[in-house]
């Protein structure tokens, strides 16, 4: 079987929205001290206490998973999760970087809190992602008991479950099951 972790540019999201689990309700960033060890996990500095850094960080999460849940879908990204991503990235400024070699690079502008600086490498990694159209490959699972976030690298691109070996079992033997019940029925 092929990884299902996504590319450098999109691992951010992807860990980041499988912080939770919606199966179990375990939630890595309502733990004690969760989102301080999650942001020193990839590299960004413990939110500052008061200044409603948690909450954003739970709200990126949720508006990208609903993200990857469209891309799953193959449907628009809800408005209200489009508006919440809009105000979190405004608040999250990017700055082009230069190289020695003349490459570049977009970076977090300076002074930003952890929660803004860690959007603004999210947005970063869209943008690669977008610009190498990699970024509709990050989906999450169809079954609502799961929504774990997924990279799709089947040829067409149209993986709709994290694994097939579960949640793609368990929705093809809830279709057999119903179309069955139907046909014993009528």
């Not at 079987?1 to 309700?25: C, F, K």
């Not at 609903?66 to 919440?84: D, F, Q, S």
């Not at 149209?158 to 009528?186: H, I, L, N, Q």
Request: glycine share 10%; hydrophobic share 45%; aromatic share 4%.
């Amino acid at each position: 079987m092929t990884s299902r972790t996504a590319p450098e540019s999109l691992r951010a999201v992807q860990d980041l929205v499988n912080t939770l689990d919606v199966e179990t309700g375990e939630d890595a960033l309502t733990a004690d001290g969760g989102p301080g060890a999650f942001l020193r996990a990839q590299g960004v500095a413990e939110p500052a206490p008061g200044r409603g850094e948690p909450a954003a960080l739970g709200e990126l999460r949720e508006a990208l998973r609903e993200v990857c849940l469209a891309h799953t879908a193959g449907t628009a990204v809800p408005a209200e999760a489009a508006r919440t991503l809009d105000r979190l990235l405004a608040a999250a400024p990017l700055v082009l970087a230069m190289a020695p070699d003349g490459g570049a690079a977009l970076r977090p502008a300076p002074g930003l809190g952890a929660v803004a600086q860690f959007t603004a490498r999210i947005a970063a990694g869209i943008a690669a992602a977008v610009a190498d159209g990699t970024w509709v490959r990050l989906k999450a699972c169809e079954a609502h008991d799961c929504r774990w976030v997924f990279y799709d690298r089947s040829p067409a691109g149209r993986s709709r479950w994290c694994t097939m070996a579960v949640c793609g079992s368990r929705a093809k033997m809830r279709t057999y099951r119903a179309r069955r019940g139907r046909s014993e029925s009528g």
